[in-house]
């Protein structure tokens, strides 16, 4: 038999590209969310997780941004529903799952602290695109 033996946090395994940590905010390279507000992630949340507060851009190419976006990561079971639900791909699962704390008010995540450079999210784009190629591909041979 073989043990596998993980020197944690000294060590750390790499997830397969299917995992699911914490919902994030893709950054674009202006600072901004790619989230057009649309409200459809915290419509798919079972838990009610999301908040979302939409503001209207004027003369911008996008019409409407969220002024407000928390995730109360104390109650998110990490479904990624809201990541299938987003037609932006504004809202991802990354890797990050390391978010204990010692008190609940903290584990409400504004937009701020959400946001991620779209760079360091590239695997579960990529991940995501490969997915719905695949479907797609399936959908087409039923015909």
């Keep these: 038999t073989h043990t596998f033996v993980v020197e944690y946090p000294e060590q750390r395994v790499d997830y397969p590209d299917a995992f699911r940590g914490m919902p994030v905010l893709v950054q674009l390279d202006n ?46 079971m990490f479904c990624g529903l809201c990541e299938e639900a987003c037609p932006e791909e504004a809202i ?27 760079n360091l999210l590239k695997r579960r784009l990529e991940f995501l695109r490969s997915e719905y190629d695949r479907q797609h591909a399936a959908a087409g041979e039923r015909r």
């Design 31 to 76: 600072g901004q969310p790619r989230c057009v507000a649309c409200g459809l992630c915290e419509f798919a949340c079972p838990t009610d997780c999301i908040t979302i507060v939409p503001g209207e851009l004027e003369g911008a190419g996008i019409g409407r941004y969220p002024e407000q976006f928390d995730i109360d990561m104390s109650r998110c």
């Design 92 to 118: 991802v699962m990354s890797r990050e799952v390391e978010i204990s704390t010692y008190d609940r008010g903290s584990m409400i995540y504004s937009k701020e602290k959400l946001l991620v450079p779209e």
